[in-house]
């Protein structure tokens, strides 16, 4: 997956470079910084004390030494001084400088911390969204996974009125689903095309099951009946990639999957997906829930109301929010899998 948050310790991560939280001097802190010294020996001091310090807003790389990575690429960041001057400019600044270093070095994959989230100051869920726009940005136009590494939960925070609403949002719907009643409704409405009627809210999310379930053509053995199989997901993916007339980079970049596992869908008319790349398609190709629900079928899975993954899925579609990192962000506040590959 292109870009993915991780909860870990950034000096365990093996990938082609790390970046470290530096300070002006690059000759070790506090912080992150003192981790990645501590862990790469006095090799990496040595080295850091050669390259005459770095501005803020940039980045200078250095080799690993007992890290179990190859590069350490050692960006400064911005103290938070209110937010008014130039703060986020020298963030974006960092990120970008960070990312052109790991390109230039051929690395395929980078792990970042949340750069100034800690001893700088930067709040939190802002470092964040910064860093998610910067790196999705540079995704757009060059292959590489880049991982976002949150050392511990409280260092991590989504807005705090998002988090409520996500939060409600999946308390009512697990009460609903939760009260046998709304069961029982279900259950007889996938038996009785008539029930539509009586609780109209359950029309969307469960047509394309009940409309698929009513025109199952009869065959007379079990050959015809496999010759008359449905349009693969496969197929309905590319499908409705040209309906939309977007291209397929656009649609897998959108989608936070990468070009290879996006090559195997599309040569494999038959591939079984994972749900959480079902759910990435369906959010890079902005389908409605009860499209969503569909593509989901053709995969063999359907978006429930008895998981928070599922929920807060459909908490975004319903509200018409295809941003595939912001949901990422909310599933990974959650304890949830991200989607993508
Ligand atoms: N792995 C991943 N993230 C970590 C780790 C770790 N091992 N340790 C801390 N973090 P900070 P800054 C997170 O303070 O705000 C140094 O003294 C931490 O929770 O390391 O850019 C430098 O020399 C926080 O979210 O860096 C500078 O003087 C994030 O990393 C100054 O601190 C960044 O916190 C730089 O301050």
Same mark, same amino acid.
């Given at each position: 997956?292109?870009l993915e948050?991780v909860?870990?310790?950034i000096?365990?991560?093996?990938?082609?470079?790390?970046v470290?939280a530096?300070n002006?001097?690059l000759?070790?802190?506090g912080g992150?910084d003192?981790?990645?010294?501590?862990?790469? *020996?006095?090799?990496?001091?040595?080295?850091?004390?050669t390259? *005459?310090g770095?501005?803020?807003g940039?980045?200078?790389i250095?080799g690993?030494?007992?890290l179990?990575?190859k590069?350490?690429?050692?960006?400064?960041?911005?103290r938070?001084?209110?937010?008014k001057?130039g703060?986020?400019?020298?963030?974006?600044?960092c990120y970008?400088?960070s990312?052109e270093?790991?390109?230039?070095?051929?690395?395929d994959?980078?792990a970042f911390?949340?750069i100034?989230?800690g001893i700088y100051?930067?709040p939190?869920?802002?470092a964040?969204?910064?860093?998610?726009?910067t790196?999705s940005d540079?995704?757009?136009?060059n292959e590489m996974t880049v991982y976002i590494v949150?050392f511990?939960?409280?260092a991590?925070?989504?807005s705090?009125?998002?988090f409520k609403?996500?939060?409600e949002?999946?308390?009512d719907?697990?009460v609903?689903e939760?009260?046998d009643r709304?069961r029982?409704q279900m259950?007889?409405?996938?038996?009785?095309?008539?029930? +539509?009627e009586v609780i109209?809210?359950?029309a969307?999310?469960?047509?394309?099951?009940?409309k698929a379930s009513?025109e199952?053509?009869?065959?007379?053995?079990?050959?015809e009946a496999i010759?008359?199989?449905?349009?693969s997901?496969?197929e309905?993916?590319?499908r409705?990639?040209?309906?939309?007339?977007?291209t397929?980079?656009?649609?897998?970049?959108k989608?936070n999957?990468?070009?290879k596992l +996006?090559?195997k869908?599309?040569s494999?008319r038959?591939?079984?997906?994972?749900?959480?790349?079902?759910?990435?398609?369906?959010?890079?190709l902005e389908?409605?829930?009860?499209?969503?629900q569909e593509?989901l079928?053709k995969?063999? +899975?359907?978006?429930s109301?008895?998981?928070?993954?599922?929920?807060?899925?459909?908490?975004?579609?319903?509200?018409g929010?295809?941003?595939?990192?912001e949901?990422?962000e909310a599933?990974f506040?959650f304890?949830?899998?991200?989607?993508?590959?």
């Amino acid at each position: 997956m292109p870009l993915e948050i991780v909860r870990n310790d950034i000096t365990k991560m093996k990938v082609d470079a790390i970046v470290n939280a530096a300070n002006q001097t690059l000759l070790g802190g506090g912080g992150v910084d003192g981790a990645i010294h501590h862990a790469a *020996g006095p090799g990496l001091l040595a080295e850091c004390r050669t390259l *005459g310090g770095c501005e803020t807003g940039s980045a200078k790389i250095t080799g690993a030494y007992r890290l179990p990575c190859k590069y350490v690429i050692h960006a400064v960041g911005p103290r938070w001084h209110g937010g008014k001057h130039g703060e986020r400019e020298k963030l974006i600044s960092c990120y970008r400088t960070s990312l052109e270093l790991a390109k230039e070095n051929k690395c395929d994959t980078v792990a970042f911390p949340l750069i100034s989230s800690g001893i700088y100051g930067y709040p939190k869920d802002k470092a964040l969204k910064v860093a998610i726009d910067t790196i999705s940005d540079f995704l757009f136009s060059n292959e590489m996974t880049v991982y976002i590494v949150i050392f511990d939960k409280a260092a991590y925070q989504i807005s705090e009125k998002l988090f409520k609403d996500i939060a409600e949002y999946i308390d009512d719907n697990y009460v609903e689903e939760h009260t046998d009643r709304r069961r029982e409704q279900m259950r007889s409405l996938l038996l009785d095309e008539e029930m +539509f009627e009586v609780i109209p809210e359950n029309a969307e999310r469960l047509a394309p099951i009940a409309k698929a379930s009513m025109e199952a053509p009869t065959a007379s053995s079990l050959d015809e009946a496999i010759s008359m199989i449905d349009e693969s997901f496969s197929e309905m993916l590319l499908r409705k990639i040209d309906e939309r007339g977007i291209t397929d980079a656009q649609c897998y970049k959108k989608a936070n999957i990468d070009r290879k596992l +996006f090559s195997k869908i599309r040569s494999d008319r038959l591939y079984k997906p994972s749900k959480p790349t079902v759910l990435a398609f369906a959010i890079a190709l902005e389908l409605p829930l009860s499209e969503t629900q569909e593509m989901l079928m053709k995969a063999g +899975f359907a978006l429930s109301h008895s998981n928070k993954f599922d929920i807060i899925v459909e908490f975004f579609i319903s509200r018409g929010n295809y941003n595939i990192f912001e949901i990422n962000e909310a599933l990974f506040a959650f304890d949830q899998s991200l989607l993508g590959a």
